[in-house]
């Protein structure tokens, strides 16, 4: 039994699926027992391969980047193997090759039609029908987005089904009028998803396959809209997510951090984990899973990744910070430099020292905390400040947990420097000629202190 594909090298690097099966019966009158066995094995050989065939079958989805397509379609039951790969473009099925293209389109430099990342799905009808296969992708990503797939954007981002046959053509073509029905009762816009017959799949490069099992932090930018199939019992349905724009009438005009995320984002929960349940900064900052900024105000560019931390002011775009990977110093940095002062910038990040007498709240006497001033975490208390003479605040206690001790040999000298816990910034140096109880002096750059009465 043969296909065209298993002697055409180009058809087998498109069609990875195909399989040949080459058996030799050699028939001699010396042994026709032998013969007969021989003969046997092959119709029962063939006869396997059959109901293999029979027992599976494959569709081919676009839902956006497919790390994350392929990790949610694999957790649902009866589907055997979903891999990852490229479909319907008119290049070679190259990761490189596509960026380029798509690069090239967005130029108008070609007409070339670019590939969608794909996934190919492997599943057995009689566990998993096809239209619940479809419940789930339609579930599991926005199809009314046309070329891009929230934060990321161009043609190789599109929603597609691409299927193998009329029958599937059907079924796909009913599930996304029935789906439809649903989006516009909710109060979304018409689906953009392509649906054809697959032309063209590539199998995408090794450390594509399975990502995000191997890299768990790994960038995972799907989210649906919320809305469930028809028919889909809550439990089963895709987590609901609320995608429309933050109001603006609820946020700080004046200044706002908006948190732009993504559903299955591990780095959005470690955000979330390492930076906003500890979030005590002045500045006010809200979550969305939208890609658009709130109505009425302006991002400089379109999003394309999660998280992406945006600083607005008066309702533009002022900064952003890209992707998290647990450097909390750098993001308290990157705030940093649009919160404080050319001075205090100078301290906070270039270990200077603000000449003495010269400092904020050097003469501050009353009940309160003093707090770093880009995070708002807490310092010192008032009752742990003393006068030491020096012109510099001085304290002979922070409150645990606050600082962090470093050696200096900087200026030929050996002293210890202490920084913010919080944000890393430099605060100044402490010296073991201190008042009682901890014969210790903490020699605080003043202007880098926030004062919180009590």
Same mark, same amino acid.
């Given at each position: 039994?043969?296909?065209?594909?298993?002697?055409?090298?180009?058809?087998?690097?498109?069609?990875?699926?195909?399989?040949?099966?080459?058996?030799?019966?050699?028939?001699?009158?010396?042994?026709?027992?032998?013969?007969?066995?021989?003969?046997?094995?092959?119709?029962?050989?063939?006869?396997?391969?059959?109901?293999?065939?029979?027992?599976?079958?494959?569709?081919?989805?676009?839902?956006?980047?497919?790390?994350?397509?392929?990790?949610?379609?694999?957790?649902?039951?009866?589907?055997?193997?979903?891999?990852?790969?490229?479909?319907?473009?008119?290049?070679?099925?190259?990761?490189?090759?596509?960026?380029?293209?798509?690069?090239?389109?967005?130029?108008?430099?070609?007409?070339?039609?670019?590939?969608?990342?794909?996934?190919?799905?492997?599943?057995?009808?009689?566990?998993?029908?096809?239209?619940?296969?479809?419940?789930?992708?339609?579930?599991?990503?926005?199809?009314?987005?046309?070329?891009?797939?929230?934060?990321?954007?161009?043609?190789?981002?599109?929603?597609?089904?691409?299927?193998?046959?009329?029958?599937?053509?059907?079924?796909?073509?009913?599930?996304?009028?029935?789906?439809?029905?649903?989006?516009?009762?909710?109060?979304?816009?018409? &689906?953009?998803? /392509?649906? $054809?017959?697959?032309?063209?799949?590539?199998?995408? #490069? *090794?450390?594509?396959? +399975?990502?995000? =099992?191997?890299?768990?932090?790994?960038?995972?930018?799907?989210?649906?809209?919320?809305?469930?199939?028809?028919?889909?019992?809550?439990?089963?349905?895709?987590?609901?997510?609320?995608?429309?724009?933050?109001?603006?009438?609820?946020?700080?005009?004046?200044?706002?951090? &908006?948190?732009? /995320?993504? $559903?299955?984002?591990?780095?959005?929960?470690?955000? #979330? *984990?390492?930076?906003? +349940?500890?979030? =005590?900064?002045?500045?006010?900052?809200?979550?969305?899973?939208?890609?658009?900024?709130?109505?009425?105000?302006?991002?400089?560019?379109?999003?394309?990744?999660?998280?992406?931390?945006?600083?607005?002011?008066?309702?533009?775009?002022?900064?952003?910070?890209?992707?998290?990977?647990?450097?909390?110093?750098?993001?308290?940095?990157?705030?940093?430099?649009?919160?404080?002062?050319?001075?205090?910038?100078?301290?906070?990040?270039?270990?200077?020292?603000?000449?003495?007498?010269?400092?904020?709240?050097?003469?501050?006497?009353?009940?309160?905390?003093?707090?770093?001033?880009?995070?708002?975490?807490?310092?010192?208390?008032?009752?742990?400040?003393?006068?030491?003479?020096?012109?510099?605040?001085?304290?002979?206690?922070?409150?645990?947990?606050?600082?962090?001790?470093?050696?200096?040999?900087?200026?030929?000298?050996?002293?210890?420097?202490?920084?913010?816990?919080?944000?890393?910034?430099?605060?100044?140096?402490?010296?073991?000629?201190?008042?009682?109880?901890?014969?210790?002096?903490?020699?605080?750059?003043?202007?880098?202190?926030?004062?919180?009465?009590?």
């Amino acid at each position: 039994m043969t296909k065209n594909c298993c002697v055409d090298k180009v058809a087998l690097k498109e069609r990875p699926d195909c399989c040949c099966v080459l058996i030799v019966v050699a028939s001699t009158p010396t042994f026709p027992a032998m013969t007969r066995f021989l003969r046997f094995i092959l119709v029962l050989g063939l006869l396997s391969l059959n109901a293999l065939a029979t027992a599976a079958d494959t569709i081919v989805l676009g839902m956006g980047c497919f790390w994350g397509a392929e990790k949610r379609m694999s957790e649902l039951s009866g589907v055997i193997d979903v891999e990852a790969g490229y479909a319907n473009g008119d290049i070679g099925g190259e990761y490189d090759a596509v960026l380029a293209l798509e690069r090239a389109l967005q130029r108008g430099q070609t007409s070339k039609r670019n590939h969608a990342e794909v996934v190919k799905v492997t599943f057995e009808p009689a566990k998993v029908g096809l239209e619940t296969v479809l419940k789930r992708f339609w579930e599991s990503h926005d199809p009314t987005q046309g070329n891009r797939q929230g934060n990321d954007i161009g043609t190789n981002y599109r929603s597609a089904i691409y299927t193998n046959n009329a029958a599937q053509q059907a079924i796909a073509l009913k599930s996304r009028d029935t789906y439809q029905a649903a989006l516009t009762k909710a109060g979304y816009r018409t &689906i953009t998803t /392509e649906i $054809a017959p697959l032309k063209r799949f590539f199998l995408a #490069e *090794t450390y594509h396959q +399975d990502y995000l =099992k191997k890299n768990p932090n790994g960038y995972c930018g799907l989210g649906g809209t919320g809305v469930r199939y028809p028919g889909t019992p809550q439990a089963a349905a895709a987590v609901s997510l609320d995608i429309r724009p933050l109001d603006a009438k609820a946020l700080n005009s004046r200044r706002q951090l &908006i948190v732009f /995320e993504a $559903a299955d984002c591990a780095y959005c929960k470690q955000f #979330e *984990t390492e930076i906003l +349940d500890r979030w =005590k900064s002045e500045v006010a900052v809200a979550r969305t899973f939208s890609a658009q900024p709130p109505v009425s105000w302006a991002l400089e560019k379109a999003l394309f990744a999660t998280p992406t931390i945006v600083l607005f002011e008066n309702g533009k775009e002022v900064s952003r910070f890209t992707g998290y990977n647990g450097d909390k110093p750098r993001f308290w940095k990157w705030l940093g430099f649009h919160l404080l002062t050319p001075k205090q910038q100078k301290i906070a990040f270039e270990r200077g020292t603000e000449r003495p007498g010269t400092g904020s709240h050097l003469d501050e006497k009353r009940a309160g905390t003093f707090v770093d001033p880009i995070t708002g975490a807490p310092l010192f208390r008032s009752d742990a400040k003393f006068d030491s003479g020096t012109g510099w605040p001085s304290f002979f206690n922070p409150l645990p947990g606050a600082l962090t001790e470093h050696v200096d040999s900087s200026h030929g000298t050996r002293r210890v420097e202490v920084r913010s816990s919080s944000s890393g910034i430099h605060l100044g140096h402490v010296f073991d000629d201190g008042p009682p109880p901890t014969g210790r002096r903490y020699c605080i750059n003043g202007n880098v202190l926030k004062f919180v009465p009590d």
